[in-house]
């Protein structure tokens, strides 16, 4: 029923969100509206949908891949990676390789990040947040060397993520981050597995190491997509999994669809306040995930 109910609040919310703004459009409005509600605001409801839904299963992958209630890509800086990668791309004119170098960045972040975070062979909750926060300071500074250094300052906005810009080729790329998501649903049960500890998903025919390393590919995937079209948006990928487990529970077979519905529907009214306001909508998501953030470490730790 839960699930009826959150896919059911997400069609309503596909629905109505390109309707609602400084304008209120109706879906039958003709002329200059009809071409602004077709061609601006759908396009950006659809990529709010599909980027909130990738952030939110990677978040789930990186809690359950490091067993880390606080993991995920932002804080673990895997997005700046793909935002890093992005705005080379971006600096350099090549703009039809940003995916492709976001996904290669954000994969030197991930493996930077836990080869930091690994002391005396093991990783601490502690050990993987001061990495990610080190080298996520490290990234933002060859960022903005970038925008110093070249004209990429103009899309200086896009680093705090911002949706204002998207149109149907952007939101037919960002739909595209929807494929590594579904191939992760498959390893829900191995996620499972993965949540009682290294040793006993060995026990249970789980091979660690192959599973871990898939997933991780696959989240930063999605994750690298999102960016490169919506620049770094931050928290989704900690909010919406704790949201969906305490709605839902801890089974990944059920929490990842449920998630999913949950990350679309938060990120596309969070966009929509923001064009309201007319602020990036990582400024909105930032606003609700640094206290929660807090929350859960108060609560967790």
């Avoid at 003709?30 to 952030?55: Q, S």
Wanted: aromatic content about 8%; some cysteine.
């Amino acid at each position: 029923m839960r699930k009826l109910a959150l896919a059911l609040l997400a069609v309503a919310t596909l629905l109505t969100a390109p309707l609602v703004g400084k304008v209120i459009y109706t879906p039958f409005c003709e002329g200059m509206d009809r071409w602004i509600l077709i061609n601006l605001r759908v396009p950006r409801v659809l990529c709010g949908f599909a980027v909130g839904i990738a952030l939110s299963v990677s978040g789930i992958v990186m809690q359950n891949v490091f067993r880390n209630p606080l993991a995920e890509p932002y804080i673990l800086g895997i997005s700046t990676g793909a935002g890093l990668g992005a705005l080379i791309g971006f600096a350099v004119g090549l703009f039809y390789l940003t995916p492709i170098l976001s996904f290669a960045s954000s994969i030197v972040t991930v493996v930077v990040v836990y080869n930091l975070a690994r002391v005396r062979g093991e990783i601490t909750t502690e050990s993987l947040l001061l990495s990610g926060i080190a080298v996520n300071f490290f990234l933002y500074a060859l960022e903005w060397l970038i925008l110093i250094k070249t004209n990429a300052h103009l899309i200086l906005g896009w680093l705090v993520g911002y949706l204002g810009d998207v149109v149907w080729d952007d939101a037919k790329i960002a739909l595209l981050s929807l494929i590594p998501v579904a191939l992760i649903y498959p390893y829900s049960k191995h996620m499972n597995a993965l949540l009682l500890g290294e040793e006993n998903a060995h026990y249970l025919g789980v091979d660690v190491k192959r599973v871990v390393k898939i997933l991780i590919a696959l989240s930063t995937l999605a994750t690298s997509v999102t960016v490169s079209i919506a620049g770094i948006i931050g928290f989704v990928g900690l909010m919406i999994p704790h949201i969906g487990r305490a709605i839902v529970g801890e089974d990944n077979r059920i929490l990842i669809p449920a998630s999913a519905l949950i990350g679309a529907t938060f990120l596309i009214w969070a966009d929509t306040l923001a064009r309201i306001l007319n602020v990036p909508v990582g400024i909105i998501t930032m606003l609700c995930g640094g206290p929660f953030f807090i929350h859960v470490m108060r609560s967790r730790f």
